[in-house]
């Protein structure tokens, strides 16, 4: 069996940072790399020594890459795409912690499309990427209730927390060289979410509209609609019972 010490985190979220204080307490040395796009301000001021970088192909990050000896990547909320090179660099590959099932929850946001969509159960994954999107083998994956008072910080908060042992059992199952699951063939694919996604469309019915308000709410900008030509953000709603 071959062991599995020395790791490159890459992330640019709380899911990333929670994952690396397990980790470290685990004993794993951590090199910590963070994406400047879209960054969570947040872990700024909880992460200390770590590298903040602009995209893939500097040349300072390249060299960086090159002359450590990592044993795996892990990307834990990471905005960029690996090249072909920099995916069989690391002795083990690369893992990516995807929050949502696949092959359904192929692309971005999943665990807010998950809630919008009214699944029954949210999905998680750590997959060993390839060349292609969200398409590599799964090494562990679960899921949880999606309870219908949670909103996506309730949802992104349970995910945190899990992703960490299903992360600790996907480094177990990638030491001891177990067969992974590979993914069936699908086209289902959720595009990334933005603010100029959010606005309330009033013809869904009571129930559509209450999970894509929870859906968007905190830490995102919340769902919006125009009220006397004003935009209104709603962060929270109630389904009545004389709702159709």
């Known amino acids: 069996m071959r062991n599995i010490n020395k790791i490159a985190l890459f992330y640019n979220n709380l899911r ?32 200390k020594n770590h590298k903040i970088i602009k995209n893939l192909k500097s040349k300072k990050f390249l060299k960086f890459i090159h002359t450590n ?3 795996v990547f892990i990307l834990a909320g990471f905005p960029y ?40 159960k949210i999905g998680l ?14 090494i562990t994956e679960t899921s949880f209730k999606n309870l219908k008072t949670d909103t996506i910080l309730e949802v992104q908060k349970k995910s945190f927390n899990i992703f960490i042992n299903l992360t600790l059992n ?23 979410r933005s603010d100029k996604d959010g606005e309330i469309n009033w013809n869904m019915n009571a ?14 900008k919340g769902a919006f609609t125009f009220f006397l030509n004003n935009k209104v953000r709603i962060y929270s709603s109630k389904i009545s019972r004389f709702s159709p």
């Open 16 to 47: 990333g940072h929670y994952l690396f204080e397990k980790l470290q307490s685990q004993g794993y040395q951590i090199t910590k790399i963070i994406a400047k796009k879209n960054l969570n301000h947040q872990i700024l001021k909880k992460s």
């Open 207 to 220: 129930k559509d509209v209450y999970n894509f308000i929870r859906a968007v709410s905190h830490p995102y």
């Open 125 to 138: 994954s750590v997959i060993k990427i390839n060349k292609n999107i969200d398409e590599g083998e799964i």
């Open 69 to 71: 000896d990592f044993d």
């Open 170 to 192: 996907a480094l177990k199952k990638l030491e001891k060289g177990r067969k992974l699951k590979k993914q069936k063939k699908s086209i289902s694919y959720f595009p990334q």
């Open 81 to 120: 795409i690996f090249s072909p090179k920099l995916i069989s660099l690391p002795k083990f590959g690369i893992i990516n912690l995807h929050g949502g099932k696949l092959p359904k929850y192929r692309g971005g946001s999943p665990l807010s499309w998950q809630i919008i969509n009214d699944e029954k």
